[in-house]
Structure formats: C-alpha cells, structure tokens
C-alpha cells in the first residue's frame, strides 16, 4: 500500500513539473515584460486550490459533506486568486481577479476532486484484493487444519487394533505414519508439491491401510503419464481415498477399490471407485462431517472454473471422478487467476 501511494507523489510530482515547464514556455513567448511573475503567480495560484481542496476531500473521505466542508470549500474558492495577485508586479484590477476566479479556481478544483477520487478508488480496489487474499488464505489454512486431525484420528484407531490384537505389523504401521505425518507437516506447508511428491503420500497411507488385510493388496492403484511435470495442491486426494475406505465393506477382496491418476496434456484425472458396504452407513456425501465438502471447498478456492468434480452412486459402487485443467500454468500466473475470482 505504502508503495502505491508513493507511486501516486511520484506522479504528482511529474504532472506538475511538466505543467510548470508549459506555462513558463507558453508565457515566456509572450511580450508581456512581467511574465515570470505571471507564471509565478498562475502556478502559485494552481498548486494552493489544488491541494488545499485535495487535503480537504481527504479529511472527509467517507464522511458525509455538510456545512463545514461546504465552508471550507467556500474559502478555498474565494481565496484561491489571492497567490496570483500576491506574484503580479503590475497594477491589480478587478478583471485579473475575476478572470482567475471564474476560470483558473473552479477548473482546479474540478481536478483535485477527480485526483482524489482516482486514488481513493485505485486504494479501495487494492485494500479489497488484499483483504480478500487473506480471507481465502484463512480460509484455505482453516480447511486444511481439518486434514490433519481428522486422518490422524481414524489412523490412530487402526493402529490401536493391530497393538490390542498384538499383529507384528504394528511397528511397521506406525513407521509409515511416522511417513506420513512428515510429509503432512513438513512438505504440505508449500502452496504447491510435485505431483509425483502426493503420490507417494498415497501410496503410502495405502501401504498403511493393507496392514488391516490379509488377501493381496486391496487397492488397485493405476498412475498414468509424467507425475513429475506438474504440481498440485497438496492433501487434495486423501479425503476421497479415504471416504473410499470408509463406506466400502469390512471384507475387502483384491481390487475391489479401484484408483486411478492420470497425467494428459496437462489435465489431471482422479479417479476412486469403491463398494458399497450393506449394512446402513453414514452419508457418503459427509463421512465425519468433513470428507467431500472440504475438497469441494478447497476445489471452488484453490481451482476457480479450472476443476469438475463428479460423484456417481450406482447402488453397488461409488464413484468419484476429479479432473483439473491446466496444471501447467505457472503457479504465479494461478494465484493471480485466484486473487481475481
């Protein structure tokens, strides 16, 4: 903000050296024998209603103006000549003081209220974006603060079984959430990740998960093209993976959760595909109360028109299809696109 506004002295300063160095070259090739005086006192004159009233708009800005600024703007315009009057070495008279006041004020005071609004405008613009900006970051932090309990809570529950039942794959899985929760708390700080980076986190809360089944790996996990060519907001896939858990039955065969990720021409395409277990269930449109509306939430702020999110729901299976345009754009070019929308 600081920095606008001295760019805003800056072209006050350039403006009026530029309108200065006009007038004394316009009345320098006159004959008059006083026109350094003359162009004195014209700027004199300029620069004392232009300010004077430009301060004054200032100090009611965003108030109401009522009589005290109607007062004061009185003065201003009744008393503007006098800096012209006080530079002239010739004889005064009412015609140079009428010319000065009918003319040279009121246009003065017309572009110190177009000034003013300029700025006031361009600051108002630039304070809104920032604040903005800082409702979507807080808003992005809030979401993601979400992430970390929630997945920590049902992994700790897994974990509490294998140790109560005594499994020696206990140690194993609190080593892949040792994984786990560094790369949630070290890596996901960042805006972006390598693709192939979220991947792995995947692969391994999968590896995770398998230790609670004894037939061959339950998941049937598919990554297609170059992961390594474009980035992505981290923690976007675990809510879904996760829900695929959830709702699907107790007794999982080889394969029955289908995931598939899939890198082409810069689109990514997500994909789970789950069972649906018999028994009653909570909403699958809210497992815990913060599952799919945390991603649609982070989906509408992080890739505004840029992302379609499809859910099917066939009875027997669940679906959830994500694709994000675009994954190739800058990440500053993004955020620009974010702070826009």
Known sequence: MERVKKIFWLIHLSVWTLFTLLV???????????WRSTAAGFIATCLY?????????TQYSGKRKGRGYWLRLGGIALSGPLPFLFFHQKAVDF????????TTVPIFLFLSWLARITETLVLNTIRKEQLEKQAVEAELTNLKSQINPHFLFNTLNNIHTLVYKQAPTAPEAVMH????????????????????????????????????????????????????????APLLFIHLLENAYKHSPGRLEPGDLKVRVEVQNGDLTFSVQNPIAKKPASSLEEPGGIGLPNVRKRLALLY???????????????????????????????QAHLLHH
Do not use: W
């Not at 209603?49 to 708009?57: C, D, E, G, K, R």
């Not at 015609?95 to 009918?102: A, N, Q, R, T, V």
């Not at 692969?203 to 998960?209: F, K």
């Open 49 to 57: 209603v232009f300010y004077l009233h430009f301060y004054l708009l």
């Open 95 to 102: 015609g140079d003081y009428s010319m000065y006041f009918f």
């Open 177 to 232: 959430l040792a994984s786990l929760m560094r790369y949630m708390i070290y890596e996901s700080n960042a805006a972006t990740v390598p693709l192939a980076r979220e991947m792995d986190y995947l692969q391994d809360y999968v590896s995770l998960q398998q230790l609670r089944y004894k037939n061959s790996p339950v998941v049937d996990l598919q990554i297609v093209g170059e992961t390594a060519a474009c980035s992505i």
């Open 304 to 334: 505004p028109g840029q992302h379609t999110l499809t859910i099917q729901d066939s009875g027997d299976t669940f679906t959830v299809l994500l694709t994000i345009h675009g994954l190739h754009v800058p990440t500053h070019e993004r």
């Open 24 to 34: 004394f070259l316009q009345l320098r090739s006159d004959t008059e024998a006083y």
